[in-house]
């Protein structure tokens, strides 16, 4: 703490400064009182901090500012604030300064940076070498079709190996797109917008489901929220859907989805997906809860729930009760704006 008052010429110098400045800075109060900061603090540090005070004096208003000051034999940063003590008139009589280190806050906000500018130089290191994969992965995929052309199986083995270089091709494809995804999710920017959010799924099922194969019931409306982040989750969501439908025992002959959109009343709103797929396993439950990366529960979920949670969303994720299916609901910064219920099969 330190008292600034002006002289005759009222030019601010100092009128007290207290023990523990003192003892900080390393200098008896005789050395201090009468003198001016750039008296002081010889130098440029001297003439800024002396401005600070000069204009603090001349607008009576309060100030703040931070500079870095020889503190315990170092140079620390320090975030000083003057207040003006007036006269009826309304003539600044003096300044009350108090000066806090904020160094060490510097420090981590420093080191944070450099933490947040090497995650994204890694993030666009995964994301270009994810897009150089893509095309020799995809030339391994053709290499097998044209393999496969006209063969002749022998029987010695070598048609099996010809699809296991095409399952191959079409996994590590498959997990390129995960990454993909997952650095997409990672970077994507909040944007929030108005937008309608049964047109915006069924933009998602037409893309994935052209065939019109899938039966979608929505009850929805007009959101406002982020529509980009939105659509990438919808977007994984719903092909994971797909992808398990397609698979595993007692395979259904045409996926169901249920999308119902609500306001949860607390700058939220929730999104609960159903369908009547094979359901999650154990491990990508785990992950959906815990968000602890296991390596049967893919890059999709990954991307998916670092974006929610970027946002200060939710998600959950359950299997049916009662027979086959699963139950994802998320909860995103936003409002629904507008009821709509509708129905749409497909690509409608």
């Known amino acids: 703490m330190f008292v600034l008052e002006p002289d005759a010429s009222g030019v601010p110098r ?9 003892k900080i800075l390393g200098r008896p109060c005789e050395d201090i009182l009468g003198r001016t900061a750039a008296e002081l603090y010889p130098g440029p540090l001297g003439e800024s901090v ?14 703040a500012y931070e500079t870095r000051l020889p503190i315990w034999g170092e140079a620390r940063l320090v975030r000083t604030t003057l207040r003006a003590v007036c006269d009826d008139s309304g003539a600044v009589l003096r300044l009350v300064g108090s000066s806090v280190a904020v160094s060490g806050g510097q420090d981590a906000r420093e080191a944070q940076e450099a933490i947040t500018a090497q995650t ?20 391994v995929t053709y290499i097998a079709e044209m393999l496969r052309e006209d063969f002749e199986d022998l029987g010695d083995g070598k048609l099996e190996l010809i699809d296991l270089l095409e399952d191959i091709g079409t996994k590590a494809s498959g997990l390129i797109s995960d990454v993909l995804a997952h650095a997409e999710a990672s970077s994507l920017v909040h944007d929030t917008v108005r937008f309608d959010f049964a047109e915006l799924a069924s933009d998602v099922i037409s893309v ?15 959101v406002e929220g982020d529509r980009a982040a939105t659509q ?21 002959t045409q996926l169901t989805l249920d999308i119902r959109v609500t306001d949860s009343g607390d700058g939220f709103f929730q999104i609960v ?62 409002s629904l704006t507008e009821d709509i219920t509708g129905e749409a099969s497909g690509a409608a």
Do not use: W
């Open 50 to 63: 002396f401005a600070n005070h000069c204009e603090a004096m001349r607008s009576g208003e309060v100030m």
């Open 14 to 22: 100092y009128a007290a400064f207290n023990a523990y400045a003192c």
């Open 273 to 334: 997906l159903s369908d009547n797929g094979t359901g999650f396993s154990d491990p990508a439950l785990l992950f959906l809860d815990s968000g602890q990366l296991r390596v049967d529960s893919g890059f999709g979920l990954l991307g998916v729930r670092r974006l929610i949670h970027a946002r200060g969303g939710s998600i959950k994720a359950a299997n049916a009760p009662e027979g086959r299916g699963a139950v994802v609901t998320i909860t995103l910064p936003g």
């Open 208 to 222: 994935l489901d052209p065939m019109g194969r899938t039966s979608l019931t929505l009850e929805a409306g007009i």
């Open 120 to 139: 994204h130089e890694m993030q666009n290191y995964i994301e270009l070498a994810a897009h150089d994969l893509r095309a020799p992965m995809r030339n």
């Open 232 to 252: 990438i989750i919808l977007r994984n969501l719903i092909d994971n859907a797909m992808k398990h439908c397609a698979s595993g025992p007692n395979i259904a």
